[in-house]
């Protein structure tokens, strides 16, 4: 009975501070009295019963106070449309520009493969190894309950039988039969490959993604048993993945997975004996951890093998480093990211949000300081009158979290429109997946989450300062409360300065970034990009043996120089300036540096007779490659590599546009059979590399524009209050005879020092932190290093946003100077 | 114009119906009222404490009764407690419900009789 009446008091002290004061007394006195007359009638049910009807109550009488509150505080936004208009404004950027950095990072760095079970098991190496080496780890059954081997970006012409025209030109992957096993994934049609059927010498099975079977196959109901021409050589297809799945290991999207077992007409990648050849690195491996296995464990076993079996490998170059041979990492994810890494990164976008949002809130917080102090005698009359402290902290945050809550709506409103931006942006074919983010639920919970955490955020602590108020001579003076009110380190000012030193932050970071992004991918040619063209031919694909390609190879250039039109041309693996494709390896050098020979990284590109006269591009030393080198017996570049299989005319004329049908008639004559794909104007490709980046450009460049104006409206509404709130004084220095330029400057001083001191820490933080940030990432390191040094951005922006916020300051000073001191004396 | 307003509150939910026929008769105080519709409905209707005052406030809050400032002779008031009455449109609005119930029980009896003639 006890514990029942305690258990009674105790909630019946928990309801809302108004319910108490108007019945609390009462309701203590009907509990206690009723209390022993429910337990002699009705039991232990009785007390059960009171005390639950307490408990139900109190969540109802609190949902009703919030009601009152949310009324009064649309009426009272309703009173200042400017403050609010204002609030929604930068709250709305603010939250938009957040969800929009959440959605576009952090989602697409930790979306997981869909159709896959236990995304987390799945791990990978950080880099390629050879086939030979992948059975050997599969012997580990201890570690691994899976091991596929991959290789990405297998291009393959696709053609139906009995159908003449142009085959497709696609992106597949080769894949060990168990690919689809380790993965966990079953085809939403037909079956996965499998180790059984796909012995050599049968019509190779593949399977094909759900995407391609849309949009090449119409999606064909009877896809499955389906013969197509893969490369010229019939396979069937006997399987179609899950929608959305765009394979595993690659960015890049993914249309055919075709087993490793496959001849190497049908896939020339797997020429060279590339199963058995150790030295071709060329696979990534795709491994299910075993349950209880952890990534550290299963990377040290790994690089323990590999250590042997590079000891083993009499072709191996001499490593002399101790480091890891083979670093693991998460292969999970849409977007791989090596470990090591990945929680740098992800802070970086945590960071970013917490900045961006943080500026957001501190802008509103400035505004509702002033705000609060300007609405000081109503709450010095509501205090006067009972009203709890509590409660009107209570409704000045509900205020603020309906400021946020219309700011997040117009937020959400903008990263919506920032996604369907991206979503428009064309990519150049065969580059990362265009991130399909749709904005849905889950972005407007967090847009949700975001506002409310906000609104309370940035108005807990001006409520607690504007209801910090000895009551009489608030209501004796009202607003004018502290005339003094010089503090150096006022909430306000430090809020202020804080505000510009988080913008300049934002600016310049956001800043180095699109500057970086910018310069590394702008393109320095030689001559006008629009007169170069690319034009790709496949021989091997279409069907060719190396031979006959080779002798393809060696005819083409004579049949091209009879065309006046074409000014010179060359052949090679790779086009140029394009990214991808190269071939990576290390080798190991001598630096006159360091004590022992260092590993370095290069990267080969094989390339033709006259290439770099077709790119205007002198050498330092030495001869250009000529047609006595162009045969694939006298490999030019002398290191091993393998044969080109894939040869891109480069070609520089007058106009190229006009130009390829001649190109096309050409190989039409030699062989009517060869298909030219990718035709296109080197200025053309660049616009699409340009394009790509217009989402992270608009991100970042969105950012440090929003830091900018928010900090402007900050500094202008602040500045404007404190004129409001010092114009008796003006109009006494005025009536004692001060100059109207006296009186700007003590209003600009005011400003001009928290510009400084904001200035001053937000230059030093930010270059602290890109630092900081070019340590992390070689990514961030890149962009970083080209945008750091320069100076249009490091003096440019705080100058920028020094002047901006002066002229902030300007606008209210020139209204203290409009002051009439007969007026501001006669106020009050 | 009233007689829109007061109809706008039926049919009345039974706590508010039950407290502010408790204040049909005159003054009384929250505990009051709570003993008074134990006693009417021989105990079968217990308004619990916050029901009862969570009733009170909304009943204050739509205008349906007020605080009274009347107070019983000294000898039995209790400082603590406050006394509270019908407002005018309280007393149009018991009025109406206490109609409509009528006219239901009117309804009920005619329909019962109906039946019980036919079977």
């Known amino acids: ?828 | 114009m009233t007689e829109t307003r007061a109809h706008s509150f039926l049919p009345l939910k039974s706590q508010w119906f039950h407290i502010m026929l408790s204040l049909a008769g005159g003054e009384q105080h929250g505990y009051g009222i709570m003993q008074d519709v134990l006693d009417r409905t021989t105990g079968k209707v217990r308004l619990w404490p916050a029901t009862l005052y969570g009733s009170i406030k909304r009943l204050i809050e739509a205008d349906l009764i007020e605080e009274s400032s009347k107070r019983p002779a000294p000898a039995e008031d209790d400082a603590r407690r406050r006394y509270y009455r019908l407002t005018s449109l309280g007393k149009l609005v018991l009025d109406a419900e206490c109609e409509r119930l009528q006219e239901l029980v009117q309804a009920i009896k005619s329909t019962r009789a109906m039946v019980t003639e036919q079977g």
């Not at chain 1, 389906?226 to 490369?231: G, P, Y």
């Not at chain 1, 590079?310 to 990492?329: E, G």
């Not at chain 1, 006595?628 to 299989?645: F, I, V």
């Not at chain 1, 008639?665 to 394009?691: G, H, K, W």
Request: proline share 6%; hydrophobic share 45%; charged share 20%.
């Open chain 1, 1 to 828: 009975m006890k514990i029942a009446w305690l258990l009674y008091k105790r909630l019946a002290e928990a309801f809302p501070h108004e319910f108490k004061l108007a019945f609390g007394d009462e309701m203590m006195q009907a509990g206690e009295d009723s209390i022993a007359d429910l337990a002699k009638r009705h039991g232990i049910a009785g007390v059960a019963r009171l005390i639950a009807d307490l408990a139900l109550h109190l969540p109802l009488e609190y949902l009703s106070e919030m009601r009152r509150d949310m009324k009064y505080a649309v009426r009272a936004l309703a009173k200042s449309p400017g403050y609010a208009l204002v609030g929604v404004a930068s709250m709305g950027l603010g939250i938009g520009l957040t969800t929009n950095v959440h959605n576009q990072g952090w989602v697409l760095l930790t979306r997981t493969l869909s159709g896959v079970a236990n995304p987390n098991q799945l791990v990978t190496a950080e880099t390629p190894t050879s086939y030979p080496y992948i059975e050997r780890y599969r012997d580990q059954k201890d570690l691994f309950t899976g091991v596929a081997a991959v290789q990405n970006g297998v291009e393959f012409n696709v053609g139906l039988p009995g159908q003449s025209g142009k085959p497709d030109r696609v992106y597949g992957q080769l894949v060990s039969p168990d690919y689809f096993s380790v993965l966990g994934m079953e085809p939403q049609h037909g079956r996965p490959l499998s180790a059984d059927l796909d012995k050599t010498g049968n019509v190779p099975d593949v399977v094909i993604s759900d995407r391609y079977w849309r949009s090449r196959f119409n999606s064909d109901p009877d896809i499955i048993g389906q013969t197509i021409r893969l490369n010229g050589q019939n396979a069937t297809v006997v399987g179609v993945t899950p929608s959305k799945f765009d394979g595993a290991l690659t960015v890049n999207p993914v249309e055919l997975f075709v087993p490793t077992t496959v001849p190497a007409t049908v896939a020339p990648e797997l020429g060279n004996d590339a199963l058995h050849n150790r030295g071709l690195k060329s696979f990534q491996f795709l491994m299910r951890l075993a349950p209880g296995v952890t990534i550290d464990s299963a990377e040290s076993a790994l690089d323990g093998i590999t250590r042997r079996l590079d000891k083993d490998d009499p072709l191996a170059p001499p490593q002399f480093d101790k480091a890891k041979r083979l670093v693991l990492m998460g292969a999970g994810t849409r977007v791989q990211i090596p470990r090591e890494i990945r929680p740098k990164l992800l802070g970086f976008y945590i960071a970013l949000m917490a900045i961006v949002t943080a500026i957001a809130c501190l802008n509103l917080a400035t505004m509702a300081l002033a705000r609060g102090t300007n609405r000081r005698r109503e709450l010095a009359i509501r205090l006067g009158v009972g009203a709890s402290r509590f409660r009107l902290i209570r409704q000045m945050v509900t205020e603020g979290v309906l400021l946020s809550l219309l700011g997040g709506a117009a937020g959400f409103a903008l990263a919506w429109a920032l996604a369907a931006i991206t979503a428009h942006t064309r990519l150049p074919a065969g580059s990362p997946l265009n991130p399909d983010l749709p904005i849905d639920w889950r972005t407007a919970l967090f847009a949700f989450f975001l506002a409310i955490v906000s609104g309370i955020g940035f108005s807990v602590l001006p409520a607690l300062h504007a209801t910090k108020t000895d009551i009489a001579p608030a209501l004796k003076q009202g607003a004018d409360l502290q005339l003094f009110g010089h503090k150096r380190f006022g909430l306000r000012n430090v809020a202020m300065s804080a505000q510009v030193a988080g913008s300049l932050l934002l600016l310049l970071v956001t800043g180095f970034l699109v500057l970086g992004l910018v310069k590394n991918s702008s393109i320095q040619t030689n001559f006008n990009p629009k007169t170069m063209a690319f034009l790709f031919v496949d021989p091997v694909r279409d069907g060719y043996t190396p031979e006959k390609a080779q002798a393809f190879f060696e005819r083409l250039p004579d049949r091209l120089r009879r065309d006046p039109a074409i000014t010179s041309f060359a052949l090679a693996a790779q086009p140029p300036y394009l990214p991808g494709d190269d071939d990576n390896f290390h080798l190991t050098v001598d630096d006159p540096h360091q004590s022992s020979p260092v590993q370095k990284d290069f990267s080969q590109r094989t390339v033709g007779a006259g290439f770099f006269s077709v790119l205007n591009q002198p050498l330092v030393a030495g001869r250009e490659f000529d047609e006595r080198d162009q045969r694939l017996d006298r490999n030019p570049t002398g290191l091993p590599g393998a044969a080109a299989t894939r040869l891109p005319l480069v070609l520089n004329q007058k106009a190229a546009r006009a130009l390829f049908g001649g190109v096309r008639s050409v190989v039409a004559s030699m062989d009517p059979n060869l298909t030219l794909f990718n035709v296109q104007t080197l200025s053309e490709y660049l616009e699409l590399i340009r394009a790509s980046m217009s989402s992270a450009l608009r991100t970042f460049g969105g950012i440090g524009l929003f830091g900018l104006i928010l900090s402007a409206v900050g500094l202008a509404g602040v500045t404007a209050y404190a004129v409001a709130q010092r114009s008796k004084e003006i109009g006494i220095r005025m009536a004692l005879g001060a100059r109207k330029s006296q009186v700007l400057a003590l209003v600009l001083r005011e400003g001009a020092t928290l510009v400084a001191v904001g200035t001053v820490i937000g230059f030093l933080s930010s270059v602290a932190l890109a630092k900081a940030l070019s340590a992390i990432t070689t990514a961030f390191a890149d962009a970083f290093s080209l945008g750091i040094g320069d100076p249009r951005l490091l003096i440019g922006a705080p100058l920028l946003l020094a002047g901006l916020a002066l002229l902030a300051c300007y606008i209210p000073a020139q209204r203290a100077m409009a002051i009439d001191p007969l007026k501001a004396l006669r106020m009050e």
